[in-house]
């Protein structure tokens, strides 16, 4: 018998057409099987998707019983930084988010090392070593190289590729076909643009693009978030190592 679970998907937008074709494959590949019951989004004006109703705002997740689950599927390179605000207002907690690992995918880390909610899709390969924080996405056909260190709610979107040892903080954001080099750093609420190339360190907020990526913007960040990001790297550094 399968196992049977619903789920209430927070985010009506582009991120719910990409949960609604991972669940479908999901159910159709392994002993998992997945309702999605409604969407809850701040958007009022919000109409139904693929047949899956609108149940209200964020806050009326409190309206369902403790066997409804949630999947967070909310952001983008512009709201990078707002996820973790999100998740702190509506306080859901943790233990209610399902994790989404796409059958497809090559996971080369134990379980434990995935935090909860986090959304991984079709084509992905995370190797030895590596953490990954809670609520991140790692979109299709990315590569997590060995020793990587991806912090919460960090997005990875479609054909990413990283190599060894490099830290992703706290709500990063990785454009599609961007790779970055070994022993980089980026920081807290980055934004790498769409096929760039990262050889160096990346200070928190700022916007790089191009081959050499090169500084083009910067967005403020605040100082807590900074401050939550520093303790969510050394609690994913200690996950790495005792993968050793």
């Given at each position: 018998?399968?196992?049977?679970q619903k789920v209430v998907v927070m985010g009506g937008g582009y991120g719910f057409y990409e ?13 998992r099987s997945i309702e999605i019951i409604g969407i809850l989004d701040d958007n009022i004006s ?180 900074l401050e939550l990001a520093e303790q969510d790297i050394k609690l994913l550094q200690s996950l ?5």
């Open positions: 018998m399968k196992n049977y949960v609604f074709s991972l669940i479908n494959d999901i159910n159709s590949n392994s002993e919000l109409k139904n998707r693929r047949g899956v109703p609108v149940l209200g705002a964020l806050a009326d997740w409190v309206n369902f019983d403790d066997e409804i689950f949630f999947v967070f599927a909310i952001g983008s390179f512009n709201t990078r930084m707002y996820r973790k605000s999100i998740l702190e207002r509506i306080q859901i907690p943790h233990q209610r988010f399902l994790t989404l690992i796409h059958p497809s995918s090559e996971i080369m880390i134990p379980v434990d090392s995935i935090g909860s909610g986090c959304i991984i899709h079709s084509g992905v390969k995370i190797y030895a070593l590596t953490a990954i924080g809670a609520f991140c996405t790692i979109s299709a056909n990315c590569v997590v190289g060995i020793a990587n260190i991806v912090g919460s709610c960090s997005l990875f979107a479609s054909g990413v590729y990283t190599a060894t040892n490099i830290e992703f903080s706290m709500c990063s954001f990785l454009g599609t076909s961007s790779v970055v080099a070994p022993n980089v750093h980026i920081g807290c609420g980055a934004q790498i643009g769409v096929g760039s190339a990262v050889f160096r360190d990346v200070e928190p907020g700022h916007k790089v693009v191009g081959n050499p990526a090169k500084a083009y913007g910067k967005d403020d960040v605040p100082l807590q978030l790495s190592a005792s993968q050793l």
